[in-house]
T-cell receptor
Framework: AQSVTQLGSHVSVSEGALVLLRCNYS??????LFWYVQYPNQGLQLLLK??????LVKGINGFEAEFKKSETSFHLTKPSAHMSDAAEYFC????????????FGQGTRLTINP | EAGVAQSPRYKIIEKRQSVAFWCNPI?????LYWYQQILGQGPKLLIQ????????DSQLPKDRFSAERLKGVDSTLKIQPAKLEDSAVYLC?????????????FGQGTRLTVV
């Protein structure tokens, strides 16, 4: 069965600093990987996804993530944090086992300090 | 394109009462998911439908939770009777093709408080 581990339930950075949110996955078959963002009292919104091909994936709002198969990682980065980036971020793994199975990590709350 | 619609947005009930949530997925999406998100945790899958059939309900507490997706379109999730630990946000999501790793689109969720 597939699983996702997000290292650090809470990350705090200064405005303008690098954002790094860590995600490691476990899957017995080639996975597709997603990062979702959740703002307060909202549903989840897709930031970016890795399917096949290029391992560096660019998403919305200046975020990007790199798929590293050897490290089973899919870390999310943004060069310069903005106050509006404060939210909860979820990494998810998707595999096809009969039908699509989508499993989420426990989430990382990102706080931006002025 | 209209998104995933959920209602109500908020619900407060007393323990042992019953409650129902409704979800209307994006038109044409074959897969519908119900997730439970407890405060501070990631979404946990309760049940997954493909059209009007159940694909996975292994984590659904079947003694109190039930769900249906009539005609393969909208869906309802019911809790009867509710317990304090059922307080959570219930998220509905849909995706286009169950044979592919397509992204899931989420509704805004229903926040349930059991007192």
């Amino acid at each position: 069965a597939q699983s996702v581990t997000q290292l650090g339930s809470h990350v705090s950075v200064s405005e303008g600093a690098l954002v790094l949110l860590r995600c490691n996955y476990s899957s017995s078959v080639p996975p597709y990987l997603f990062w979702y963002v959740q703002y307060p009292n909202q549903g989840l919104q897709l930031l970016l996804k890795y399917t096949t091909g290029a391992t560096l994936v660019k998403g919305i709002n200046g975020f990007e993530a790199e798929f590293k198969k050897s490290e089973t990682s899919f870390h999310l980065t943004k060069p310069s944090a903005h106050m509006s980036d404060a939210a909860e971020y979820f990494c998810a793994v998707s595999v096809i086992q009969g039908a699509q199975k989508l499993v989420f990590g426990q989430g990382t709350r990102l706080t931006i300090n002025p | 394109e209209a998104g995933v619609a959920q209602s109500p947005r908020y619900k407060i009930i007393e323990k042992r009462q019953s409650v129902a949530f409704w979800c209307n997925p994006i038109s044409g999406h074959a897969t519908l998911y119900w997730y439970q998100q407890i405060l501070g945790q990631g979404p946990k899958l309760l049940i997954q439908f493909q059209n009007n059939g159940v694909v996975d309900d292994s984590q659904l507490p079947k003694d109190r939770f039930s769900a249906e997706r009539l005609k393969g379109v909208d869906s309802t999730l019911k809790i009867q009777p509710a317990k304090l630990e059922d307080s959570a946000v219930y998220l509905c999501a849909s995706s286009l093709d169950p044979s592919m790793n397509t992204e899931a689109f989420f509704g805004q969720g229903t926040r349930l408080t059991v007192v």
